[in-house]
Nanobody, 124 residues
Framework: QVQLVESGGGLVQAGGSLRLSCAAS??????MGWFRQAPGKEREFVAT????????LYKDSVKGRFTIFGDNAKNTVYLQMNSLNAEDTAVYFC???????????????????WGQGTQVTVSS
């Protein structure tokens, strides 16, 4: 049974940092990604990483602040979030693709599995 389990969310002050983790079980994946959904908004792409080679892509507004990285031995992907601001407040979801290209991994419909989400709240 495939599972993606996120952890690491919480409440942080503006300018602070959080690290999200997503532990995958059941199989390995070609591409892992992070998305987020704020109240009343659609789920949006944040970052993605290809397991083989480590290629990454980021949403423009998080470039330079967020870093996605993985530990293939642990089948886990992380999202290090620095310099957080109120606009980063959302439920963050981990997602996984069995196959595909990094360039086509910024849309929700291309992902095969999803985690349950973890809340990130940034207070200003």
């Amino acid at each position: 049974q495939v599972q993606l389990v996120e952890s690491g969310g919480g409440l942080v002050q503006a300018g602070g940092s959080l690290r999200l983790s997503c532990a995958a079980s059941g199989r390995t994946f070609s591409i892992m990604g992070w998305f987020r959904q704020a109240p009343g908004k659609e789920r949006e792409f944040v970052a993605t990483i290809k397991s083989s080679g480590g290629s990454t892509l980021y949403k423009d507004s998080v470039k330079g602040r967020f870093t996605i990285f993985g530990d293939n031995a642990k089948n886990t992907v992380y999202l290090q979030m620095n310099s957080l601001n109120a606009e980063d407040t959302a439920v963050y979801f981990c997602a996984a693709r069995l196959t595909g290209t990094i360039g086509a991994s910024t849309t929700t419909r291309n992902y095969d599995y999803w985690g349950q989400g973890t809340q990130v709240t940034v207070s200003s």
